[in-house]
């Protein structure tokens, strides 16, 4: 009897645990992992001039005849299409070279804020933190947009550089590289100060101390026991810049001109100007497996990191 | 690293590091009451800016629409999210847990421009009509997973075996958590809540992707007047929301303190109780 019970409050737990997995599961199933599966059949389609504006659509209605039928006109065209035209491969090329520099000089700039937070009184630190977060809270859009006004010709940085006679010609920023590489730094800035703080207030002191007692200079101590335990900060940042930082559409959009080519924008364009979204998905599909890789390592990073924890 | 007294370098550092953070959104707050269109020279004090955002319909209908997509997106997400960091945290090892790891993982870093565009096509595959439902769906897919992480680094911080004891005493698992896990985790979850509404707040390309007729959110409203240049019209409206945003999370901030600080106190005094 006893046993029975037990059993049966098992099988119910059980239950209860697939219906628990199963929520969170079905629906990311459904809104995640579904819609990269139709990106990828629409890149083998073809473009037409209708509602939806490619072919072939499968005719559920047919059953698996339908989907045999539609599976026959599937081609590569598309993929073949973005290696003949150079302006696909400049722009993934460039995007990962504007990402990757991008990501350089936030880990540059973001490193010593990072440390200074992780210097100052413990009864500062969280005021600080709340400093960090609070940009990343307000709107993205809002904090690129700021910069247009700032980066002008006849911007607020060119107006308070003449008043002080450093130049006498305004320089030209906006609409350049360097404003995209100014909008993804001040951007992404957040993500990369917050994991670097978290590893660096963690570390023990007096480790520098043991080894500036031992005659090492703070440099060398610096670069052989800080920088080295604040690896896993150093990797996760770099992750949580460089990644979306690839695919970037506002910032490229808003501060970049003619001369900044960016793979999320080419993929905009190709979605909402041209209206071809076959090359649109094929473009997708190929940005996702070159960000495939970071994402898995920056994953099993993580885990690895909350399983240390 | 906290009794070592922090150098010059540290000081500059973070001073010109804040700086640089605070500086534009000063800027922009400065210039939204400028009296002068245009909008590098400051031709005097004026609230004029706001005023004729009050009568300009299309912003406040955008802004309305925003409000409602934030709110339910953000609630469901909540949900959905804080049932994801109990699988993760709670469940050990299941069949399929390395997906379902990575599918709350990779959206954090996924190209905001891959999840509109195959969110848009598999609207377009079911034959959804779009507007607010698919800005919504689409809205909570994404914050789902940062909701997740921030209930699962809170989960994580907690004493397990206070469910474990509840549990024993014959407690039913779903009442265990709504009476010993929730009360817990509840400031991680408040604040997955209000990460998963600013992120529906700001979101610009998602929704334009997933859009349909008759729902224009706030973003895709100021987008598409910045594209046109930059004028005190959308510095008001920038700091509004800038306002709205700040006025938040240093509330929840406060709150969540005081709560810390009467725990605290509680526990003292529960162990002063003691003897």
Same mark, same amino acid.
């Given at each position: ?13 059980? @239950? ?27 890149? +083998? ?26 599976? &026959? ?8 299409? @973005? ?12 995007? +990962? ?18 440390? =200074? ?16 977060? +609070? ?10 947009? *700021? ?23 305004? @320089? ?42 031992? =005659? ?23 992750? @949580? ?15 970049? =001109? ?5 793979? =999320? ?14 090359? *649109? ?23 690895? &990191?909350?399983?240390? &924890? | ?93 299941? !069949? ?35 507007? !607010?439902?698919? %800005? ?8 789902? $997973? ?24 014959? $407690? ?12 817990? #985790? ?35 409203? #100021? ?14 409206? $920038?700091?509004?929301?800038?306002? %709205? ?31």
């Amino acid at each position: 009897m006893d046993r029975e019970v037990s059993s049966q409050s098992y099988s119910k737990n059980r @239950l209860g645990r697939w219906a628990l997995i199963m929520v969170p599961y079905a629906w990311l199933l459904l809104f995640f992992l579904a819609p990269f599966v139709i990106v990828f059949k629409i890149s +083998l389609s073809e473009v037409v001039v209708a509602i939806p504006p490619y072919k072939p659509v499968i005719d559920w209605a047919q059953g698996l005849a339908g989907f045999v039928e539609a599976a &026959q006109q599937w081609s590569l065209d598309n993929y073949i299409w @973005l290696t003949e035209d150079a302006i696909y491969l400049n722009a993934y090329l460039s995007s +990962l070279q504007i990402a990757f520099i991008a990501t350089v000089i936030t880990l540059l700039v973001g490193y010593p804020i990072a440390y =200074g937070m992780a210097r100052a009184p413990k009864a500062w630190q969280p005021t600080l933190l709340m400093l960090i977060i +609070l940009p990343f809270w307000t709107s993205f859009l809002i904090r690129v947009y *700021a910069w247009i006004g700032i980066l002008k010709n006849e911007g607020l940085l060119n107006q308070f550089l003449m008043m002080l006679g450093i130049i006498d010609d305004p @320089l030209v920023i906006l609409n350049t590289n360097a404003a995209v590489y100014i909008g993804i730094v001040y951007s992404y800035l957040p993500f990369m100060v917050l994991p670097l703080y978290s590893s660096l207030e963690k570390m023990d002191s007096s480790l520098i101390e043991a080894a500036e007692d031992l =005659g090492c200079p703070p440099m060398q101590a610096f670069w052989k026991v800080t920088i080295p335990l604040s690896l896993p900060g150093i990797i996760a940042g770099c992750f @949580l810049v460089f990644i979306p930082a690839v695919g970037e559409f506002v910032i490229p959009d808003l501060l970049g =001109g003619s001369e900044t080519l960016m793979i =999320g924008k080419t993929l905009w364009v190709e979605f909402f100007s041209n209206r071809d979204w076959p090359v *649109a998905s094929a473009v997708a599909v190929v940005l996702l497996l070159i960000l495939v890789i970071p994402i898995v390592l920056f994953q099993r990073q993580q885990e690895k &990191q909350k399983e240390a &924890q | 690293m906290e009794h070592r007294k922090p150098s010059w370098f540290n000081i500059t550092s973070l001073v010109l590091g804040f700086s640089f953070l605070y500086l534009p959104i000063v800027i922009l707050v400065i210039y939204s009451f400028n009296a002068s269109r245009l909008v590098t020279v400051w031709g005097g004090f004026s609230t004029k800016w706001y005023v004729s955002l009050l009568s300009n319909e299309q912003m406040l209908d955008a802004a309305w629409v925003t409000l409602r997509i934030g709110v339910t997106s953000a609630t469901l997400a909540t949900v959905l999210g804080t049932i994801a960091a109990m699988v993760l945290a709670r469940q050990g090892r299941f !069949f399929g847990r390395t997906l379902f790891s990575g599918m709350i993982y990779a959206p954090l870093v996924m190209p905001e421009v891959i999840l509109g565009l195959s969110l848009l096509l598999l609207f377009v595959s079911l034959d959804q009509a779009r507007g !607010f439902w698919t %800005i919504m769906i689409a809205h909570t897919t994404f914050a789902m $997973c940062y909701v997740a992480v921030v209930v699962q680094s809170r989960l994580a911080g907690f004493d397990r075996s206070l469910e474990e004891a509840a549990m024993d005493l014959g $407690c039913p698992p779903v009442k265990t958590f709504f009476t010993i896990t929730l009360p817990q #985790i509840l400031p991680g979850v408040a604040a997955g809540w209000m990460l998963a509404f600013t992120l529906s707040l700001d979101d610009l390309v998602i929704a334009s992707f997933t859009t349909g007729p008759g729902a224009t959110t706030l973003p895709m409203k #100021i987008y598409s007047q910045v594209r046109l240049g930059v004028t005190p019209e959308i510095n008001a409206i $920038c700091t509004i929301l800038v306002a %709205i945003v700040t006025v938040g999370v240093i509330t929840a901030s406060l709150i969540s303190k005081r709560q810390q600080v009467q725990r605290e106190r509680d526990e003292r005094m529960a162990i002063a109780n003691q003897y």
